[in-house]
């Protein structure tokens, strides 16, 4: 987050991270931020999104880009994309590129979102976002695979065109759909190679995993090839053996405070970490 997140500053954490045997970074995604919203935050205990004052989150596809020749074996992922109140063409475009330049790096986490607000300053509807979520990702994916796509919905209307380069990826670009709700969970069994899920126990996944697993029976798939990605409450030696005992693939850890002072000190916590389970 500006004005925190200096160009050294990230770059010098991606080459950190790297070095420490951090399997990949991820970032959040909001556009424009509000001080009256009608749905809290569900990641702090005010409601607000914790950003420095003056502040806000940078873009994800520029810092990826910039990240990417900081890096060579980092990956890199959004925690989440906003999909609903993004452009689909260009966004399949953009991170198609980002697959391209990084050598098949990127992660993509996806959700609908949860601001209101930014949904509607993006101009697009609030009540019907999850259904254009499922449109844009489908028309992502023809984008992605298809030498000449086409796609035809209520929300998207694509004539037949040609978008290259295709990801490096394949079939394409991984897609980790986020949340814990039943029709988030549809939407990873139906469209996603991965689920995502934020701020959980070991014993709060557990019973997300078998709706879940229920999702992806109706589907007619499995866990199998299912990539599981969660951000735990808390992370130490104990509970990611427990969350790998459930199956998770990878733990997205905050960093939280991104002050220079307070990454020198989490860093070798994240280095133990790494060493510990290794």
């Known amino acids: 987050m500006s004005p925190l997140a200096t160009p050294q500053?990230?770059?010098?954490?991606?080459?950190?991270?790297?070095?420490?045997?951090?399997?990949?970074?991820?970032?959040?995604?909001?556009?424009?931020?509000?001080d009256e919203m009608e749905f809290p935050y569900p990641g702090s205990r005010d409601g607000k999104i914790p950003v420095p004052a003056g502040g806000g989150l940078l873009d994800t596809v520029a810092t990826f880009g910039f990240l990417a020749s900081a890096t060579r074996t980092l990956r890199l992922g959004t925690g989440i994309t906003l999909v609903p109140q993004r452009n689909p063409v260009y966004?399949?475009?953009?991170?198609?590129?980002?697959?391209?330049?990084?050598?098949?790096?990127?992660?993509?986490?996806?959700?609908v979102g949860w601001c209101k607000e930014e949904v509607l300053a993006c101009g697009y509807g609030w009540e019907d976002r999850g259904a254009r979520c499922d449109e844009f990702l489908?028309?992502?994916?023809?984008?992605?695979?298809?030498?000449?796509?086409?796609?035809?919905?209520?929300?998207?209307?694509?004539?037949?065109?040609?978008?290259?380069?295709?990801?490096?990826?394949?079939?394409?670009?991984?897609?980790i759909v986020g949340g814990h709700g039943?029709?988030?969970?549809?939407?990873?069994?139906?469209l996603g190679n991965g689920w995502y899920g934020f701020a959980l126990t070991p014993e709060l996944l557990a019973g997300i995993l078998a709706?879940?697993?229920?999702?992806?029976?109706?589907?007619?798939?499995?866990?199998?090839?299912?990539?599981?990605v969660v951000t735990p409450q808390q992370a130490s030696p104990d509970t990611i053996r427990?969350?790998?005992?459930?199956g998770v693939d990878r733990l997205v850890v905050q960093l939280g405070s991104q002050r220079p002072d307070a990454l020198e000190r989490r860093l070798p916590e994240l280095e133990q970490l790494v060493k510990a389970v290794a």
Not at 9 to 34: C, K, P, T, Y
Not at 91 to 111: M, N, Q, S
Not at 242 to 246: G, I, M, N, Q, V
């Open 211 to 228: 709706k879940l697993d229920r999702a992806l029976a109706k589907a007619g798939r499995s866990r199998d090839g299912f990539e599981i």
């Open 138 to 175: 489908k028309a992502m994916i023809a984008l992605w695979t298809e030498p000449v796509a086409s796609f035809h919905g209520k929300h998207v209307k694509l004539a037949a065109c040609r978008m290259d380069p295709k990801p490096v990826q394949k079939p394409h670009v991984p897609i």
């Open 9 to 34: 500053l990230v770059a010098g954490l991606g080459s950190r991270l790297e070095q420490a045997g951090i399997d990949s970074l991820w970032m959040g995604e909001h556009v424009v931020l509000f």
């Open 91 to 111: 966004t399949a475009k953009e991170f198609a590129t980002l697959d391209w330049l990084t050598g098949g790096r990127i992660d993509f986490g996806v959700g």
């Open 182 to 190: 039943p029709r988030s969970l549809r939407r990873a069994a139906e």
């Open 242 to 246: 427990a969350f790998s005992d459930l």
